[in-house]
């Protein structure tokens, strides 16, 4: 969901999609066969948030196909990788593909994305302008200025035809890669908390999630927001994370299946994010290519 091997981490709380609670609860206690065709496979899963609306129906549909979950609650995100690694989960899913890759960098492990979920966009908002079209040339636009927003809203304001950046940018882009020639607006960075409170100065700012709402604003008031199908949204695409060895474990797919084409799974989703998530089931050869794409410019900016 941007930076170095140092700011990867530091965007692994502002990045990862799924909303923290503060209550560890359980350990693995069970795996799935490596071929995944027991009748009974019970199959533990490292998430943030287990009371999330999404996960009770998941479960049960699980069950109905013949596998057990059991859901391990973490109370934040540093943990359900390490966890994964040392075999005391089967999957995680808390986390996009940026988060995984600085994971992988740092801690020089191998998980691997075997599945989609979702991607919570990232939103342009304007209290003067209804449409990106209305900006005017040399208008100034807010985006926050911590390191894991900063690159992305720059690639939201790309995407909207804003601004370009050298080189297609990244998730490591900064104000000096803005071409400023090319670029219709220009670009200001302020505390995340504080570009909601920037509209009345500014032609749009880029708001976090997290302060739509005490904006006073709805996801749906947007103006721009990253493009699922824009390649430079893959690397904030939420994933099932499973070890290496495992990334072709039948049940494993079958639990992707399962999340991807239950409704009230999805409908869950949808209200856990505020309305917020877009469901995607991204073929797993692009989510692995991007992991790769990912850790190569962590270890190259590290």
């Known amino acids: 969901m941007s930076r170095s091997s140092k700011k990867s981490l530091s965007l692994v709380a502002a990045l990862a999609a799924i909303p923290l609670v503060?209550?560890?609860s359980g350990c693995a206690n069970g795996s799935a066969s490596a071929s995944g065709d027991d009748a009974d496979d019970t199959v533990t899963i490292g998430v943030v948030g287990k009371s999330d609306p999404q996960w009770a129906p998941f479960v049960e549909a699980a069950k109905e196909e013949g596998i057990t979950v059991d859901l391990v609650d973490f109370a934040d995100y540093a943990q359900p990788n390490p966890a994964l690694t040392e075999g005391e989960l089967d999957l995680n899913q808390?986390?996009?593909?940026?988060?995984?890759?600085?994971?992988?960098?740092?801690?020089?492990?191998?998980?691997?994305p075997i599945g989609s979920?979702?991607?919570?966009?990232?939103?342009?908002?304007?209290?003067?302008?209804?449409?990106?079209?209305?900006?005017?040339?040399?208008?100034?636009?807010?985006?926050?200025?911590?390191?894991?927003?900063?690159?992305?809203?720059?690639?939201v304001l790309q995407?909207?035809?804003?601004?370009?950046?050298?080189?297609?940018g990244s998730i490591y882009s900064g104000l000096n890669d803005i071409d400023t020639d090319k670029s219709k607006?220009?670009?200001?960075?302020?505390?995340?908390?504080?570009?909601?409170?920037s509209l009345p100065d500014v032609a749009a700012a880029i708001i976090n999630n997290d302060y739509v709402e005490d904006a006073g604003l709805k996801a749906s008031d947007a103006i721009a927001q990253d493009d699922p199908a824009d390649a430079s949204?893959?690397?904030?695409?939420?994933?099932?994370?499973a070890k290496a060895e495992d990334k072709d474990n039948k049940t494993y797919k079958k639990l992707v299946e399962?999340?991807?084409?239950?409704?009230?799974?999805?409908?869950?989703?949808?209200?856990?994010s505020g309305?917020?998530?877009?469901?995607?089931?991204?073929?797993?050869?692009?989510l692995e290519a991007s992991l790769k794409t990912v850790e190569a410019d962590t270890r190259k900016n590290g």
């Open 94 to 112: 808390f986390q996009h593909i940026v988060y995984l890759a600085g994971y992988n960098v740092s801690a020089d492990e191998d998980l691997v």
């Open 185 to 197: 607006v220009k670009v200001t960075t302020l505390e995340a908390s504080l570009t909601p409170s």
């Open 159 to 168: 995407s909207a035809g804003l601004v370009s950046l050298k080189d297609g």
């Open 275 to 286: 309305g917020t998530a877009v469901a995607l089931k991204t073929p797993v050869a692009d």
């Open 22 to 24: 503060f209550a560890l």
């Open 233 to 241: 949204a893959l690397p904030y695409v939420n994933i099932f994370a």
């Open 258 to 272: 399962i999340f991807q084409d239950t409704q009230a799974v999805q409908d869950g989703l949808l209200e856990a």
């Open 117 to 155: 979920t979702a991607i919570y966009p990232l939103g342009l908002y304007s209290t003067k302008y209804t449409s990106v079209d209305d900006i005017k040339k040399g208008d100034t636009v807010a985006i926050p200025d911590d390191d894991a927003n900063l690159a992305r809203g720059l690639l």
